[in-house]
């Protein structure tokens, strides 16, 4: 019942994040027409905010394993609601730019803070299947922040799809502020030196490297398939814009099943080599991006299906590696650390999914951007072989993966 006291709160609040990540994509039509923002411009929002999260998540990681995981989520979501509040007051992309990149900064505190106190209650044999659940919640967070955000919109305007999630935001970060337990009550306050000597034990093992360059690959193509599923479908499928939102979420549905799969599997068949069910999971990305090329002009039902399992395909290794091997990696003492440093790394690849979807689909087409998918998840898989490799050698090791 303790622990459940934890995993509550912490799967509510990084739920809650995508409240203040999501409505600016839902209201940058809007936006445009009635302040006559430039697409360029919209792009540069976005730039600057993916910029700033890859900052945040190094930044954040560290400051966490120092000040806790209870103050870092709760005033970083205090902190991120405050920055979409002043943006939906806003009127200038200048000012846009500014607010939403604050918010990039502020929203990286949620992910090392929350896998940090989950990190301190679950030990190493549960927490696949533990995490596998948890996991769940940024698929389910963007299901629901953004049909939030829609049906605001729609109603009151674009300016209430800012201003009302940002009370629940504020909301959460008082409510994990004011209840969030650290760790169980019998542990001792780790000194700062012992924290400070465990994260630089963690950063120099060559696993925490592979699986941040891993997770590049993998994020990269997760915030392809985000940004840009809706577009394809209605550009190139001729969907129309409602159902192309629908059909969209499959993506997260499979991805649901997929971090829980997935999880279990990694504790109960490859207990301390999380590489190997990842490296497995990642080859099978590769097929189902490339039948989801093949089979997406045949059929809502099962365009649908395929992006479904390329979800739960991608969804199952994206958790182990940013949640699951980052607390294996880093312990209590330096979980945060460990978990900013690989979300760190992925987030610097989804910077370039603009530039990799657009660049590559007017000039070679559609086929070709899940080719580049394809190659990036392959690249992804060669390296997780690698981490597989270690993990055998070091197979009597505690502190392996």
């Not at 730039?47 to 000040?67: E, K, P, V």
Request: hydrophobic share 55%; glycine share 12%; net charge positive.
């Amino acid at each position: 019942m303790r622990r459940l006291r934890v995993f509550a709160p912490t799967w509510l609040s990084y739920a809650t994040y995508y409240f203040a990540r999501k409505n600016f994509p839902v209201a940058k039509r809007t936006i445009q027409l009635e302040l006559g923002v430039s697409t360029a411009g919209l792009a540069a929002i976005d730039t600057g905010y993916l910029a700033t999260y890859a900052i945040g998540q190094f930044a954040g990681g560290w400051l966490g394993d120092r000040i806790g995981s209870r103050r870092l989520i709760g005033h970083g979501m205090i902190l991120s609601a405050l920055s979409i509040a002043a943006f939906g007051a806003s009127s200038s992309a200048s000012l846009f730019a500014l607010f939403f990149g604050l918010n990039g900064f502020v929203q990286a505190t949620g992910w090392p803070g929350n896998v940090k106190a989950m990190a301190a209650w679950y030990g190493p044999t549960e927490r696949g299947a533990v995490m596998g659940f948890w996991s769940t919640c940024f698929q389910v967070g963007p299901l629901v922040a953004t049909a939030l955000a829609a049906w605001l919109l729609a109603h009151y305007g674009w300016r209430t799809a800012f201003f009302g999630p940002a009370v629940w935001v504020a909301l959460v970060g008082l409510l994990v502020l004011l209840f969030l337990q650290e760790g169980p009550r019998d542990t001792t306050e780790p000194k700062r030196a012992d924290i400070k000597g465990a994260a630089r034990a963690a950063l120099r093992n060559p696993v925490v490297w592979l699986l941040g360059a891993s997770y590049l690959g993998i994020k990269l193509i997760r915030y392809c398939i985000d940004f840009w599923l809706p577009y394809y479908l209605q550009k190139s499928l001729g969907y129309q814009q409602d159902t192309a939102a629908y059909a969209s979420t499959a993506f997260q549905f499979g991805g649901i099943f997929g971090a829980i799969v997935v999880g279990w599997i990694s504790d109960k068949l490859f207990p301390g080599r999380r590489g190997a069910i990842a490296a497995i999971f990642t080859v099978a990305l590769v097929l189902a991006l490339a039948l989801y090329g093949r089979v997406a002009p045949l059929g809502l039902f099962v365009n649908f299906a395929a992006m479904a399992l390329v979800g739960f395909c991608l969804f199952g290794p994206d958790a182990l590696i940013s949640g699951v091997a980052a607390q294996d990696l880093g312990g209590p003492l330096a979980a945060a650390t460990v978990a900013g440093f690989i979300n760190g790394c992925g987030s610097i690849g989804a910077i370039a999914e603009g530039a990799l979807v657009a660049g590559v689909s007017e000039r070679f087409g559609w086929q070709a951007v899940f080719q580049a998918l394809m190659l990036l998840a392959a690249i992804s898989s060669v390296l997780l072989g690698a981490v597989w490799r270690l993990q055998r050698q070091r197979a009597a090791e505690p502190a392996a993966v």
